[in-house]
């Protein structure tokens, strides 16, 4: 803000001002739209694709689109709050500087939905903290041989073992 100093406009001093910033538009895949947004996952994804503070990837063939709808649905997800009402899981309110590292940047996003940015063959995947329930089981037929428990351990068998080696092969 410039102000040009005149005590007819300003008798009570110079005033505060304050301001809602609220960043930059994202693009959200759920609904082809670019808009404001404060999930983490679409402004991860945003700093990937953007080629002039960002990575510069290509986001057709360098963006897992899956992993990020999916990220981007778990930090839309609503909690409850204590005192009544909800509010979104994880969202990124922050800075980045133009002088941090891209690692830097992308940390500080991912710490944001306490998640992981993945690059694995030739994609970005996206995977935002969230419970996920295990997809496999294994059964008494997964075993390669009988399965062996060995209980009441004596003290003399739990022990640490060091070997001596000699040393005058290193000496020259």
Not at 49 to 69: H, K, M, S, V, W
Not at 79 to 98: I, Q
Not at 128 to 145: E, I, K, Q, V
């Amino acid at each position: 803000v410039r102000l040009e100093y005149d005590q007819d406009k300003f008798p009570n001093g110079i005033p505060n001002f304050s301001f809602l910033v609220r960043g930059k538009k994202v693009y959200d895949p759920r609904s082809d739209t670019t808009v404001w947004s404060a999930n983490p996952a679409l402004c991860l994804n945003d700093y990937l694709t953007n080629t002039g503070y960002g990575l510069g990837c290509t986001y057709a063939t360098e963006i897992d689109e899956t992993t990020l709808i999916a990220s981007a649905n778990i930090c839309d997800e609503d909690v409850n709050l204590s005192g009544g009402g909800t509010e979104n899981k994880y969202e990124a309110h922050g800075v980045l500087s133009s002088s941090a590292t891209p690692e830097e940047s992308i940390n500080k996003i991912l710490s944001a939905m306490a998640g992981k940015a993945v690059w694995s063959p030739g994609k970005w995947r996206f995977l935002a903290w969230a419970y996920y329930t295990p997809t496999l089981s294994f059964d008494w037929g997964d075993l390669r041989a009988s399965m062996c428990v060995q209980t009441l351990v004596s003290r003399r068998e739990i022990f640490d073992t060091f070997k001596s080696i000699s040393l005058s092969a290193f000496d020259n």
